[in-house]
């Protein structure tokens, strides 16, 4: 697929067309799905999943689209790869590629991706870090895509805590043209850097409010995410009380859209940030959203596996010539 990056560590960089053809062989994986046509690029490849984060959602949609997709999985924690561990996360980047051939890790320090990598020979996939969620975003934006929401327009109402998965709805602003409005507590900005860029290339614009009630105004997307996020756990009962004016509930959805549409990555800390009535409701599309990372991500796994097999038959062929 033209256009498809070497790895998928954030969302810069991509290219719109891009983007939307992954959705659409998305689309055709769904499609295909359990019947005698679903289709097995990755028969006999394997993915290496290195997990130091819990999860439920990434781990399952992973395992099960490589499954599905003919391959294999081989799962490795912490005590296996480590930044600081027996071996370097170079080396470890040089073995994996030389026994799988596609790497996924959910880890912390974002600059664990980042180099694995850069010293990878086979796809590297940021399956979240604490800075980024890109496979999330892309699933949430295929999401709305299927329900024929014009990303080019649409309006998207942040409300909560500057984290990760805003980090990617910013990136992902420079991206598509839709209007990204937020609402995060003084101190709980995202990353600084990023905002100020999104502000610069981001076609819709960005804008930041003091108030959850005025980035609501105009939404056709509410999101909102945890605001304790995993390693914060100590902080949870001071974050309670300064997010307190952040729970989405009815009535700061009257606020949005009629036909606005509730979007939660999960998992949700009922009653905190979401009312069981808003994310329970109709306009929730919550659990639609988790399914959806199963499709989008066997795309991107395909995708990505089958761009790297053509370079490296491209490099065999100009070594024979």
């Known amino acids: 697929m033209n256009g498809t990056p070497p790895h998928l560590v954030d969302l810069l ?51 099960a689209g490589m499954h599905e997709l003919g391959g294999d999985v081989v799962d490795l924690s912490g005590s296996e790869v480590q930044e600081h561990g027996r071996e370097s996360l170079e080396d470890v980047a040089h073995v994996l590629s030389s026994m799988s051939q596609l790497i996924v890790i959910r880890t912390f320090a974002h600059r664990i991706v980042q180099r694995l990598a850069a010293n990878a020979g086979v796809p590297v996939i ?133 036909d606005a549409l509730f979007m939660h990555c999960l998992p949700a800390h009922r009653g905190e940030e979401v009312t069981d009535a808003v994310l329970d409701g109709p306009q929730s599309i919550a659990i639609e959203q988790a399914e959806n990372r199963l499709h989008l991500q066997k795309a991107l796994m395909e995708t990505l596996v089958e761009a790297n097999r053509s370079v490296g038959a491209l490099a065999v062929g100009a070594g024979r010539s």
């Open 126 to 258: 940021n399956a979240l870090t604490d800075f980024s969620h890109p496979c999330q975003i892309l699933s949430d934006l295929y999401t709305l895509w299927r329900r024929g929401r014009d990303i080019d327009r649409m309006t998207l109402a942040w409300i909560g805590d500057g984290n990760n998965v805003l980090n990617s709805w910013l990136e992902a602003a420079m991206i598509f043209g839709f209007t990204l409005q937020i609402a995060v507590p003084d101190g709980f900005e995202p990353d600084a850097g990023l905002f100020l860029e999104a502000e610069k290339r981001a076609g819709g614009g960005v804008r930041r409010f003091r108030e959850p009630t005025e980035a609501m105004r105009g939404a056709d997307v509410v999101y909102s995410d945890a605001w304790t996020s995993m390693g914060q756990e100590k902080e949870a009962d001071w974050r309670r009380v300064v997010f307190a004016g952040y729970r989405i509930d009815d009535a700061l959805m009257s606020h949005a859209k009629a």
């Open 13 to 63: 960089g991509l290219e719109r067309a891009w983007v939307i053809r992954l959705f659409e062989r998305a689309e055709a994986l769904r499609e295909r799905r359990g019947t005698p046509q679903a289709p097995r690029p990755l028969a006999g490849c394997t993915a290496a999943l290195v997990f130091h984060k819990p999860s439920l959602r990434t781990r399952v949609s992973f395992t």
